[in-house]
Every structure is written in structure tokens, then in C-alpha cells.
């Protein structure tokens, strides 16, 4: 049965569902459950935004909160996965891997590789990504690049409640450490979800528009940017179709040659930062693998290579918008 | 002659036991000496850091442990991979980049693991075991399975945040892991007095909130003994310790180091007076409990054995192109 829930109760779903599903799933992260040690309330925050709130309740003892030791306990889920545990760490912010990256690309992303195919670390690592809550320079870049650049790794970003109920669910199945990437600015956001357990497979697109015209190449946040942009255009009778890539590694690169080999225009959109991006890397496979398909030239929509600035009104300009989106598809389209 | 299997009230193992020390400890002294001249030759490729010298610290701590208890270890690892029970033939044959190697010569010198043998890996990233242990020691007390992990680190890896870090996870999470500084007085040439601000490892712990244990690392029998208290605290449920192995390395930090910065005379004092395997025969063959000449006869045994490992070695299959793809998803 489907009904309208967040995309953070639909995370909240995924991880109870999945706890309940198999003894060796738990979840370990900073204030995931919330004061603990202290006086007052058990179960005080569920994580900084809430999101597995009430989870501590229903399964005692697989809720572990840590001290503020990123490296230590990152590790420790590595470790435990590596030993056939399935843990679920939360990073809090994407930002602060700086802190612990040596455990997640030298260490868990390598394991498999390096021990000749002998070693499984089903970890995922969720944190929370993107801009536009006021978070400024440590709180709210996409880093997603970084993590699609590390062989070993996969990487996941929902744009919206049921695909984050599924792809974390298909997260915490995988015996490859995942790097689960959610929105901030998309938890509070509501679509259809099925009630039951799903999980949703990696490495498949989803054509969230049908369009002639032009190829818009996204996720996470900006396939709701891509969406208005095709809206306000499809009144100016060009028609995109929008690609929700849903996992950047593995990454579909079928539905997005088919689709550039249909329209001939294609635009990537990414909130990351435009150097060695997403938006570079579909760019560049677009332009050896659709050539002669292509009618203009191919189209980057991106932040600025800067930091994500602080005061809203700069960090409004940050972000790229509908706006930017429809003029970068108007741009190739007038080649 | 054989000597008397009794060893009640001399040592805290018996015959079959010290037999067994001793064989693990030369096998291992055996393999990196082998090592050692083979790299000379130039037929090894890659880093290779050796674990001569420092085999009563491994072994003494390995004695106690089983298949289930996890280790995670360091760039000179393979001593640990022996005494924990991972087999020489598949770690020369990786050693020598083989696709018969513990890991199809994947991993090198620097990352043999055997998960099956409670072997995590040996790692390049110095200090990087510490949080990978503190995992293994969760799951162990999660499934309650009366496991222990333990994490060992040099003196120079110890001043990694990572490995306080996990000094603290372990005691908040009161964890069946235990943190071994192997202290060989130095870390790659900077010795060990320049870069630790506190004289003793016991300090370190306490700030921590863990016991800590100082023992003479080159005596396999001081190493046994309070290894083996501290293992036995944390399978009870009495949680994490320190332990500081006092110890020597007889090679450099990489194969092929010059080792400019020891002091006159000192690679010569200590293949004379602190072998720690001359130490051992010393005292078992003294006490009269085993003979030079079983001793002997292991050291004829474990040559042979080394000698085989190293020609299976060079007569085995490389890898081909076939495996530079596999063990790893390609979506690109």
C-alpha cells in the first residue's frame, strides 16, 4: 500500500525494515538516537534532522551512538562489516569525511580488491549533502566526485522518498560499501511510497521526463531544479527529457547514451562543482560515445568553483536554478 | 636425546607448546631473512618491511588466540600473518606478485589478509587497523561469541589520531579489543623519544581510561604472560588494554634502508646480545626441558619449508590481463 511520506520517514522505513529483515544490520552514528549518558530524554533527537528517530525503541541494542570521533567509528563499521556485519554509520554532513576518508577509500573501498576478491564490506555510509539550508561552506557541498572517483566505492543519491526507501534498502543488501547520499533539502519533501519492503537495483536511471528536444542529465536535488526548468519550457514547446540517474557508481550510462542519441542536445546539471564533476564526467562520455548524434554542443550547469557561501541571498545564486537550466537547454538548442 | 615433556612450575606452556612458539618464531625468521636476501637480489618487487627481530612479541600474543579472534597489522606484518596462522606458501607466492598468492598478487607485502584466519590485513595506512579492530570487537561482543581483536601499531603509529581516536571508542564501548604498540624504538628513521612526548605507553593508556602494560617484547615468555591477562580480562567482558612491546628490529624500516641514523655499532649488539629467538632457545634448552637437538631439527624443518615456498613461488602462474578487472565492480 502507497502512501505520501517524506523522504525521511521513508529512510526511517528503510533502516527499520531492514534492522527487523536481518540481526546483523545496525546502526551507529552521532546523536543517531540522542542523549545518551545524559538525564533527560532517551531517544532525545533520532539524528541531527530526525531522521531515525523512534528507530532506538523498536530495536534495542542496534542503535549505537559514538562520540564525536568520525575516524574511530566510521572504521569501526568497516571493521564490523568486514567481519559480516551489515552496519548503517552515519556521517552526519558528507562535509566532514575529511576527518575519516582514509577509512572509506583506503580501507573499506579497497578491501575486496586488495585482498584478491577474499573480503566483503557491506557498510553503508549515510550523510546528509547539498546546499540551500543556510549551512554555509562545511555543511553543505555535494562531494559526491570524490566518492565516484574511488574504485570499490558506490554511490547513491535519491532525489525524492521512494527511491530513497529502495536504493537504501538495495544500500544495506550490497556487499560493497555505499556512500548513501541524502539531500537536506529533500526530507521534508513527500511522494508515494509503498509501505512494503523494496529495494530499487543500482546502476538504473529513471526517465522522470520523456522529451524530444533535449537530454537533461541530473540527481539529488537538481532533478526537481531540471524538472521546473522542462515545465516552464515545455510551455515554449520544447519538450526534455530528464534523467534521474539515482546511482552515480554504478552510473547507467545506456539510458543516457539512448537518450542523447535521440534528442542530440545534451545538458548536465550538477550541484557539485564544476571541476572533475558528475556534469564533467557524463560530458566527456557523452561526447566520445554520441559524436556524430550530437546537434549542439554539450551543456554543463553548475555551481560556480567556489565554496558554498553563507548569506542566503549568495547562496541563492550558488545553487543553480530553473532558471539556469532552461537557458543552458535554449543555448544548445540554438547551435 | 629428547628431553623431559614436563615444564610445571618453569614455564607457562608446555612442551608441545614452547615447540610450537618456537617453530612459529623461526618460521617467521626464516621467511623475512629469505626475504631479505631475495630482495637483495632483485627478485622481489615493491616495499617489504621486515619483522625480524620483533617474532617473541607476535608469537606470544598469537599463542592465545584462535581463528575467530581478529587481528588487523601493520606494513611489517608478515610476522603477524604467521603467527596467526595464514600459510607462508600463499604469502611468498603474493609476496612475489602471484596469481596464487593469499590475495592473486593483488595485495603485495603490504596487504596480505586471510579473513578465514582472523587475519584482517596487514596495511599500509599506519594506524588504520586501530578503527577496523574496534569494529571487530563490536561484532564480537554484538554476536557475544567471546572473541577478542587486537590492533597492532609501531611507537610511530601510535601518535596517529586514529589510533587514540579508537583508544577511546574501545573504553566508551568497553570493547574486547586490544591495542599492541610494538615499540622498536623507531618510527621509518626518527626514533621513537623524538616523536612520543610521553615516556611510557602505561601513561598513554591511563589517560584513556585503559590499563596499560609495559613488557620487555624480545622475551617471548613476558609477552606470553601479560598477553595473556589481558586477553583473558577482555573475553570476560573487562574490556580494552594497551600493551607496549619493547623491541628491536634487525633490519631496516624498508628493505634496501641504509640505516644511517643507528648509532655505531648497534645492528652488531643486536645480532649479538638481544635476539630474541636465541633468548628463547636459551632458556627452554637451560631449564633442560627441550634439546639443541629438537631445536635443530625444527630449524632443518622450517628451512626446508621456506625454501619450498620460496620455489613454488617463482615457479607459479602471474596474473593476467583477464585479472587486473575482477574482484572489484567496473562500471566505466
Given at each position: ?105 583506503n580501507q573499506?573501498a579497497k578491501f575486496k580488491y586488495m585482498f584478491g576478491g577474499k ?32 574504485p570499490g ?183 | ?27 617467521i625468521?626464516?621467511f623475512e631473512e629469505r626475504l631479505h636476501a631475495d630482495f637483495a637480489k632483485g627478485d622481489i618487487p615493491g616495499f617489504v618491511h621486515l619483522y625480524a ?20 597489522s601493520t606494513h611489517r606484518g608478515h610476522g603477524h600473518c604467521i603467527?596467526?596462522?595464514v600459510d607462508p606458501n600463499g604469502m611468498m607466492a603474493e609476496i612475489y606478485g602471484k596469481v596464487t598468492g593469499s590475495c592473486r598478487g593483488k595485495g603485495g607485502s603490504m596487504h596480505i589478509a586471510d579473513?578465514?584466519?582472523?587475519m584482517?590485513g596487514a596495511n599500509g595506512i599506519l594506524?588504520a587497523g ?24 609501531g611507537?610511530g603509529a ?30 621509518e628513521s ?59 628490529r634487525m633490519y631496516g624500516h624498508f628493505e634496501g634502508d641504509q640505516q ?46 621456506i625454501?619450498?615456498a620460496v620455489?613454488s613461488a617463482k615457479a607459479a602462474p602471474l596474473p593476467t590481463a583477464?585479472d587486473l578487472?575482477?574482484d572489484v565492480?567496473?562500471?566505466?
Open positions: 500500500m502507497a502512501r505520501k511520506i517524506s523522504m525521511r520517514q521513508a529512510i526511517n522505513e528503510a533502516l527499520d525494515q531492514e534492522m527487523a529483515r536481518d540481526p546483523n544490520v545496525i546502526v551507529m552514528g552521532e546523536d543517531i538516537v540522542g542523549g545518551a549518558g545524559g538525564e533527560g530524554e532517551e531517544d532525545a533527537w533520532g539524528g541531527v534532522l530526525g531522521v531515525t528517530k523512534g528507530l532506538h525503541a523498536k530495536h534495542k541494542g542496534k542503535l549505537l551512538d559514538t562520540p564525536l570521533s568520525e575516524s574511530a567509528y566510521i572504521g569501526a563499521a568497516i571493521g564490523a562489516a568486514a567481519c559480516g556485519m551489515r552496519p548503517v554509520a552515519e556521517l552526519m554532513f558528507l562535509d566532514f569525511m575529511g576527518v575519516c576518508f582514509d577509512q572509506i577509500f573499506a573480503a566483503e564490506t557491506p557498510v553503508v555510509i549515510r550523510a546528509m549533502v547539498g546546499a540551500g539550508f543556510r549551512a554555509a561552506a562545511q555543511h553543505s557541498q555535494m562531494l559526491t566526485p570524490l566518492f565516484v572517483h574511488i566505492l558506490k554511490v547513491v543519491c535519491p532525489s525524492n522518498a521512494y527511491d530513497a526507501k529502495g536504493l537504501l534498502i538495495q544500500s544495506i543488501r550490497d556487499n560493497d560499501p555505499v556512500i548513501f547520499c541524502e539531500h537536506k533539502n529533500l526530507y521534508g519533501l513527500e511522494t508515494e511510497v509503498p509501505a512494503e519492503s523494496y529495494a530499487i537495483p543500482f546502476g538504473e536511471a529513471n526517465v522522470v521526463r520523456e522529451g524530444k528536444h533535449a537530454t537533461i542529465v541530473t540527481y539529488g536535488m537538481m532533478v526537481n531544479r531540471s524538472m521546473e526548468a522542462a515545465a516552464a519550457l515545455a510551455k515554449q514547446g520544447v519538450e526534455c527529457e530528464v534523467i534521474d540517474l539515482r546511482t552515480l557508481s554504478p552510473i547507467d550510462w545506456d539510458t543516457v547514451i539512448d537518450s542523447a542519441e535521440k534528442t542530440g542536445h545534451v545538458i548536465c546539471v550538477d550541484e557539485a562543482n564544476p571541476r572533475c564533476s558528475i556534469a564533467a564526467d557524463v560530458s566527456a562520455m557523452v561526447s566520445q560515445e554520441c559524436f556524430k548524434a550530437l546537434k549542439g554542443s554539450i551543456q554543463m550547469v553548475t555551481p560556480p568553483h567556489t565554496p558554498v557561501p553563507f548569506s542566503p541571498v549568495l547562496e541563492d545564486l550558488y545553487i543553480p536554478s530553473a532558471d539556469s537550466i532552461a537557458k543552458a537547454v535554449k543555448k544548445s538548442l540554438a547551435h | 636425546m629428547t628431553a623431559p615433556n614436563s615444564t610445571a612450575g618453569i614455564f607457562p606452556l608446555d612442551k608441545k607448546g614452547l615447540l610450537k612458539a618456537y617453530r612459529t618464531m623461526r618460521t625468521r626464516e627481530g620483533e617474532e617473541a612479541a607476535g608469537t606470544g600474543i598469537m599463542m592465545h588466540l584462535e581463528d575467530k579472534d581478529r587481528i588487523a603467527a596467526k596462522g579473513l578465514s584466519k582472523g584482517m594506524g586501530a578503527p577496523l579492530v574496534c569494529g571487530a570487537a563490536l561484532a564480537a561482543k554484538y554476536r557475544g561469541d567471546g572473541a577478542v581483536a587486537i590492533c597492532f601499531v611507537d601510535s601518535n596517529q589520531g586514529t589510533f587514540l581516536e579508537s583508544l577511546n571508542l574501545a573504553a566508551v564501548w568497553n570493547l574486547p579489543a586490544i591495542f599492541v604498540v610494538e615499540n622498536n624504538g623507531y618510527a626518527t626514533s621513537r623519544d623524538y616523536a612520543v612526548a610521553v615516556d611510557s605507553y602505561v601513561d598513554r593508556a591511563a589517560g584513556f581510561g585503559l590499563p596499560g602494560v609495559t613488557v620487555d617484547g624480545l622475551d617471548f615468555f613476558a609477552v606470553y604472560e601479560a598477553a595473556g591477562e589481558i586477553i583473558k580480562r577482555a573475553r570476560e567482558g573487562g574490556g580494552p588494554a594497551l600493551l607496549e612491546c619493547k623491541m628491536i644511517t641514523y643507528r648509532a655505531k655499532g648497534e645492528l652488531e649488539d643486536i645480532r649479538a646480545n638481544k635476539d630474541c629467538i636465541k633468548m628463547f632457545s636459551q632458556r627452554v634448552t637451560e631449564a633442560g626441558v627441550i634439546s639443541r637437538g629438537e631445536l635443530d631439527a625444527i630449524d632443518r624443518e622450517v628451512v626446508a619449508e625454501q619450498q620455489a583477464a578487472t575482477t565492480y567496473v562500471s566505466y
